[in-house]
Antibody
Framework: QVQLVESGGGVVQPGRSLRLSCAAS????????MHWVRQAPGKGLEWVAV????????YYADSVKGRFTISRDKSNNTLYLQMTSLRAEDTAVYYC????????????WGQGILVTVSS | DIQMTQSPSSLSASVGDRVTITCRAS??????LGWYQQKPGKAPKRLIY???SLESGVPSRFSGSGSGTEFTLTISSLQPEDFATYYC?????????FGQGTKVEIK
């Protein structure tokens, strides 16, 4: 069965960096685009970034452009989100999600990982 | 960017009630819309894709309709397990955008 498992979250000071990982299993990872979506405490869902199935194309939300980098490694079926220059407003639960593309969007989600930016 | 305006932001309903949630897109998105259910502390779960297609395993009391700019999620007979927050999502263009969410509470 499809599984997405995020890791790498935690508490980080403003201005510092953090890298999230999302381990994928149960499907052919390198045939799906993948996304990161976040949810600040008590707030709604916010799309963050996407990477194409082959890693050649990425798009970002304006709120993270220039600070976050999405990448993927097909050799270990893992999606990454490198976050730099973190701000308090980046505090959120971060989800990775699979994109089936021809059959809608975000069909499977990870369980989420909390990132807290605080001094 | 495409704005998704979802209404209402919250509603109170009883078990057995018919519930309707609406999303309006700021420009036409064909049928590139999904509906998601989220319970506290859990990841969102897809209910509807392509505006009106029911996800496998989702009860038939959930249905979606609409195309272009106006979309509706209907729960025909609300069940205790349906109390949750619901979001629409447009995937017609980047950035992907969600509605603000509708919290369905017990009356």
């Amino acid at each position: 069965q499809v599984q997405l498992v995020e890791s790498g979250g935690g508490v980080v000071q403003p201005g510092r960096s953090l890298r999230l990982s999302c381990a994928a299993s149960g499907f052919t990872f390198n045939t799906y685009a993948m996304h990161w979506v976040r949810q600040a405490p008590g707030k709604g869902l916010e799309w963050v970034a996407v990477i194409s199935y082959n890693g050649r194309t990425q798009y970002y939300a304006d709120s993270v452009k220039g600070r976050f980098t999405i990448s993927r490694d097909k050799s270990n079926n893992t999606l990454y989100l490198q976050m730099t220059s973190l701000r308090a407003e980046d505090t959120a639960v971060y989800y990775c999600a699979r994109d089936p593309q021809l059959v809608g969007a975000f069909d499977y989600w990870g369980q989420g990982i909390l990132v807290t930016v605080s001094s | 960017d495409i704005q998704m305006t979802q209404s209402p932001s919250s509603l109170s309903a009883s078990v057995g009630d018919r519930v309707t949630i609406t999303c309006r897109a700021s420009q036409g998105i064909r049928n590139d819309l999904g509906w998601y259910q989220q319970k506290p502390g859990k990841a969102p779960k897809r209910l509807i894709y392509a505006a009106s297609s029911l996800e496998s395993g989702v009860p038939s009391r959930f249905s979606g309709s609409g195309s272009g700019t106006e979309f509706t999620l209907t729960i025909s007979s609300l069940q205790p397990e349906d109390f949750a927050t619901y979001y629409c999502l447009q995937h017609n263009s980047y950035p992907r955008t969600f509605g603000q969410g509708t919290k369905v509470e017990i009356k």
